[in-house]
C-alpha cells in the first residue's frame, strides 16, 4: 500500500516571487529545506483549510497522515478571534467524507479531540470531488485575511483533477506548495501537478515527523509578509488588530519522580500530586507541556512521555495514571539528567516557554552522579528547579529525607511537602493563569524566560 502523506499549502497574499519568500526545494531531494524565520508575526491571522485522504489507497498509513495534520496544526493558535480551521475528510464521491465548516472548532484542544478520533474508512479516491467542496467552502472564508490549504493524500486520484486544480491555481494571490511525507518515489506526481506550478514547489521528506517539520517551518517562514486587518472603533478611527501565537502562558514543565523501592508505599502519593498539578493548569501547543521521567536506579530512570506527546489535560492524566513502579536503587541525579533531554526540541521543547522540573523523591540517593550537582545543571539549563515530598504515614514508609529535597531545589521557597502542595501549585501555575479562562497575554515579541515564583532569578544556598 501507498503510504506518502500529500502536504499542499495554498498561500494567499503571497506570490513565489516575492523576496523572502519560502526558498523552493527539488522533488528529487528528501532533505529538509531550512526556511528559519520566527512564528507567525504578531499582524497574522489565518484560514485553514485542512483536506485529509482516507481513501484505500493510504489506508495503511492513514494514522501517519492524521498525527502528521495534528503536529503542523501546532503551529497555531485555534480560537473565533485567531485561527480559523475548516477541514475535509474524503474518500468516495460523498459517503464517506466529513466536512467541518469554518468556526467548527473554537480552540486547539477540540481540534485535536476531533482529528484523533478520525478513522480510516478506505473507499476509492476522489480527490477532484473533494477539490469542488473545497473550492465552495473557500468562497465562505474570510478573504480579508491569508488562507492556507493543506491537503494530505497520496496524489492519486480516480477522478480528473486538472480542471479543478486549474481554478485553485488562477486563484488570484495564490501560491500552491506540495510537500511528501514518506517516500518521495510512491506519489502521483502528475496528479500533483494539476494543484502546484511545477515540481519546485514539491518538498520531499521521508518520516511523519520531518515531514511535520518541514511543513510547520514553511508555515512560519510563509507568513513573512501578512497584511494588517483593519478594524474600525465605536469613534471612526481605524486601528489595527494584531495577534500572535505566543501566549505569554508557554511552561515547559518536567515531572521527574522517583520510583525506587524506598518509595514502594508512597508512590502512588507521588502520582496523586503530580495528577493534582495537572488539574490546576492548562495543557496545550501554546500554553503548558508537559514531560514525565520516572527514576530509580541508572538502568531503571526513562521518560515516560517527552513534552510534545500529549495535548490535552487528559493526555497528561492518563499519562501519569499509567505510569508504572519498578523499585530499585535510588539514583535521584540520573532522574534530573534524564530531564534535561526535555531541552531538546525534536521533545517538543519551545524557545519562548518557561522551564520548570519538580523532583518527588524521598530523598535518600545511594547511586548515581550527586542530586545537587544534577539540579546545577538543570538551573543552567534554564529550569526552575523545585522538590518536593511526601510526609505523612503509611506502613513500611521510610521518613523523607527533607534536608536533600532542600539540596536539589534551588532555595527553601522551592522545597515543599505534600502538606503545602498548593503552595507549589501557585507558583508553578503563574505562568499560565492569564490563559486559564481562555486569555491570551498581550505581546508582540517572545517573552523572556522568568522564574515563575517572585520574577526574578534565585541563587542557589551554598553548601
Given at each position: 500500500m501507498i503510504t506518502a502523506a500529500l502536504l499542499i499549502l495554498t498561500l494567499s497574499h503571497l506570490t513565489h516571487s516575492q523576496k523572502g519568500g519560502i526558498r523552493p526545494v527539488n522533488i528529487?531531494?528528501?532533505?529538509?529545506?531550512?526556511?528559519?524565520?520566527?512564528?507567525?508575526?504578531?499582524?497574522?491571522?489565518?484560514?485553514?483549510l485542512i483536506m485529509l485522504d482516507r481513501s484505500d489507497s493510504v489506508k495503511g498509513g492513514f494514522n501517519q497522515s492524521r498525527d502528521f495534520v495534528v503536529e503542523v496544526s501546532q503551529e497555531l493558535v485555534i480560537r473565533p478571534d485567531r485561527h480559523?480551521?475548516?477541514?475535509?475528510?474524503?474518500?468516495?464521491?460523498?459517503?464517506?467524507?466529513?466536512?467541518?465548516?469554518?468556526?467548527?472548532?473554537?480552540?486547539?484542544?477540540?481540534?485535536?479531540?476531533?482529528?484523533?478520533?478520525?478513522?480510516a474508512v478506505g473507499g476509492t479516491t476522489n480527490t477532484g470531488k473533494a477539490l469542488e467542496v473545497a473550492l465552495n467552502l473557500l468562497e465562505s472564508?474570510?478573504?480579508?485575511?491569508p488562507t492556507v490549504v493543506m491537503m494530505v493524500t497520496d496524489g492519486r486520484s480516480a477522478d480528473d483533477t486538472r480542471e479543478l486544480g486549474a481554478r485553485l491555481k488562477s486563484i488570484d494571490k495564490i501560491t500552491v506548495f506540495a510537500g511528501v511525507a514518506g517516500d518521495p518515489r510512491l506519489i502521483g506526481k502528475k496528479d500533483i501537478?494539476?494543484?502546484?506550478?511545477?515540481?519546485?514547489?514539491?518538498?520531499?521528506?521521508?518520516?511523519?515527523?520531518?515531514?511535520?517539520?518541514?511543513?510547520r517551518k514553511l508555515l512560519k517562514k510563509a507568513q513573512s509578509k501578512c497584511p494588517k486587518v483593519i478594524t474600525t472603533t465605536t469613534t471612526t478611527t481605524t486601528?489595527?488588530?494584531?495577534?500572535?501565537?505566543i501566549t505569554g502562558c508557554e511552561l515547559d514543565l518536567v515531572f521527574v519522580l522517583d520510583f525506587s523501592t524506598t518509595t514502594d508505599p508512597i508512590y502512588k502519593e507521588y502520582k496523586k500530586m503530580a495528577a493534582a498539578i495537572v488539574k490546576k493548569i492548562k495543557i496545550g501547543p501554546h500554553h503548558t507541556q508537559v514531560a514525565?521521567?520516572?527514576?530509580?536506579?541508572?538502568?531503571?530512570?526513562?521518560?515516560?512521555?517527552?513534552?510534545?506527546?500529549?495535548?490535552?489535560?487528559a493526555g497528561v492524566?492518563?499519562?501519569?495514571?499509567?505510569?508504572?513502579?519498578?523499585?530499585?536503587?535510588?539514583?535521584?541525579?540520573?532522574?534530573?539528567?534524564?530531564?534535561?533531554?526535555?531541552?531538546?526540541?525534536?521533545?517538543?521543547?519551545?524557545?519562548?516557554?518557561?522551564?520548570?522540573?519538580?523532583?518527588?523523591?524521598?530523598g535518600w540517593n545511594n547511586k548515581g552522579p550527586d542530586p545537587m550537582e544534577a539540579s546545577k545543571k538543570a538551573t543552567e539549563a534554564g529550569f526552575e528547579v523545585y522538590a518536593i515530598g511526601y510526609v505523612g504515614e503509611k506502613e513500611n514508609m521510610v521518613k523523607t529525607n527533607m534536608t536533600v529535597l532542600g539540596l536539589i531545589a534551588e532555595d527553601g521557597e522551592h522545597s515543599f511537602t505534600h502538606e503545602d502542595l498548593d503552595k507549589l501549585i501557585q507558583k508553578v501555575g503563574a505562568r499560565g493563569a492569564p490563559c486559564l479562562n481562555g486569555g491570551i497575554v498581550p505581546s508582540t515579541a517572545a517573552p523572556p524566560r522568568v522564574p515563575l515564583g517572585k520574577g526574578k532569578q534565585t541563587t542557589r544556598r551554598a553548601t
Open positions: 528529487r531531494t528528501t532533505e529538509a529545506p531550512e526556511p528559519g524565520g520566527n512564528a507567525f508575526p504578531p499582524e497574522c491571522f489565518l484560514n485553514i480559523d480551521v475548516a477541514m475535509i475528510v474524503y474518500s468516495g464521491l460523498s459517503y464517506k467524507r466529513e466536512i467541518y465548516k469554518w468556526g467548527t472548532f473554537k480552540s486547539n484542544e477540540e481540534f485535536y479531540k476531533t482529528a484523533n478520533g478520525l478513522r472564508r474570510n478573504k480579508k485575511i501537478l494539476n494543484y502546484v506550478v511545477d515540481e519546485h514547489h514539491i518538498v520531499a521528506q521521508n518520516g511523519r515527523e520531518k515531514a511535520a517539520t518541514t511543513a486601528t489595527t488588530t494584531t495577534t500572535n501565537p514525565c521521567v520516572t527514576f530509580s536506579s541508572a538502568g531503571k530512570t526513562s521518560t515516560a512521555f517527552n513534552l510534545k506527546r500529549y495535548k490535552d489535560n492524566l492518563k499519562g501519569i495514571e499509567d505510569l508504572e513502579y519498578y523499585g530499585g536503587t535510588t539514583a535521584i541525579g540520573t532522574g534530573i539528567m534524564e530531564g534535561l533531554n526535555q531541552t531538546d526540541e525534536k521533545h517538543g521543547a519551545r524557545e519562548e516557554a518557561t522551564r520548570a522540573m519538580i523532583v518527588f523523591t524521598d
